[in-house]
């Protein structure tokens, strides 16, 4: 065999060649040398993450830095999601609350003296002054005309919203005395109908959540209504509220006949009286929509007594009830912070036209 000490390559050009497997023989200082070392775990790890690997097959893509590539994929995502949230949301949902909100007042009338039958059940309305009209026909609903930013004719689709509204929420015998709310709820604005559902499913008298701020309406645990026909004398008027809103109000009295609930034959048929002043706002997409944005409600009611809670419902004194009244107001301390400062009551007084 050769000199072990000779290089693994064999010897130079022009050297000896008498073993030709000379290069192949190794001695154990050279084995030795070029032993393999494997890397443990850990440094597999951080070669992995500290070797820099190029990305093929994405194009231009794989050119781009790498904030790019985030900022991009974060902006995919958020697009992605908006048209699927656009997609699949449920329709009809109840939209925020926007804008001025319903601010209610019921006010009682308490009677002064007895209350009294009208002298004939089959003809109730009798005894009243002229003035008041069927139903309707006694809202007084200007004309219509423009105004600066509104054509008549927007002016006219407006007041036809308003007359709906006052014929659903003070006229319909369902939502009087039958707890039909959903005709009052379809020509409310969006943003008022969770307003409106809370004042319903939980009524209490804070200004804002009195169902009947939204409606006239009787417990027809209670009371009845001795004929469908409701007197009217009103007045409405309209004006802008801003270039984009129409404001208008309406000022009606109603006298209704009740009667107590389950007795369609009991003669004894009282009348009660209603004033309330009522100022919707229509801007150009309730307009088109017909809807109305309730913004104050003001109701004075008699007879009733004057600690009546008439947040649900309004809570007459039928003629059969006399002895349970309260014939005058009562005294009222201004410095009594524990009583709300919207509660009064007042005497309620002769009907007139």
């Known amino acids: 065999m050769g000199d072990p000490r000779e290089p693994p390559e064999g010897t130079p050009e022009g050297g000896s060649n008498d073993d030709e497997f000379r290069s ?5 200082s050279f084995v030795k040398a070029a032993r393999i070392q494997e890397l ?37 995502i958020a697009f992605a999601a908006a048209v699927y949230f656009g997609v699949s949301s449920p329709r009809g949902q109840v939209a925020a609350p926007s804008g001025a909100q319903l601010t209610a007042a019921v006010t009682p009338l308490s ?7 009208v002298p004939d059940a089959a003809h109730p309305f009798a005894a009243l002054p002229a003035g008041y009209a069927d139903g309707a026909a006694g809202f007084g609903l200007p004309n219509a005309s423009s105004t600066a930013h509104f054509s ?3 002016v006219q689709r407006a007041l036809d919203a308003l007359q709906h509204y006052l014929v659903a929420s003070e006229l319909n015998p369902a939502v009087l005395t039958a707890n039909e709310t959903g005709l009052v709820r379809e ?18 008298d804070d200004q804002h959540h009195d169902a009947t701020g939204w409606m006239v309406r009787f417990d027809p645990g209670q ?13 409405a008027r309209v004006a802008e509220a801003d270039p984009n809103t129409l404001e208008l109000t309406a000022d009606d009295t109603l006298v209704y006949a009740l009667r107590p609930a389950g007795t369609t034959s009991d003669p004894s048929v009282s009348l009660y009286a209603v004033r309330r002043a009522v100022r919707v706002d229509i801007d150009r997409a309730d307009l088109d929509a017909g809807r109305v944005r309730v913004v104050d409600s003001d109701v004075q009611a008699g007879p009733t007594n004057c600690g009546a809670v008439q947040s ?25 912070h524990g009583r709300p ?3 009064s009551c007042g005497a309620l007084g002769p009907i007139t036209g």
């Open 152 to 154: 008549a004719s927007d």
């Open 40 to 76: 443990s775990a850990q440094e597999r790890l951080a070669g992995a993450f500290g070797r820099a690997t190029r990305i093929r097959g994405w194009g231009w893509f794989g050119s781009l830095p790498r904030q790019a590539v985030v900022l991009l994929l974060l902006v995919a």
């Open 312 to 336: 649900d419902y309004l809570q007459p004194i039928l003629a059969t009830a006399a002895g349970v009244r309260s014939s005058t107001p009562p005294a009222v301390n201004p410095s009594d």
């Open 187 to 204: 020509l409310i604005t969006a943003g008022e109908l969770a307003q409106f559902d809370d004042s319903v499913n939980a009524p209490r």
């Open 341 to 343: 400062a919207w509660q």
């Open 111 to 117: 009677p002064s003296g007895t209350v009294s039958a």
């Open 24 to 28: 192949v023989v190794f001695d154990e």
């Open 223 to 235: 009371i009845a209504l001795a004929t469908d026909t409701v007197k009217v004398a009103g007045s």
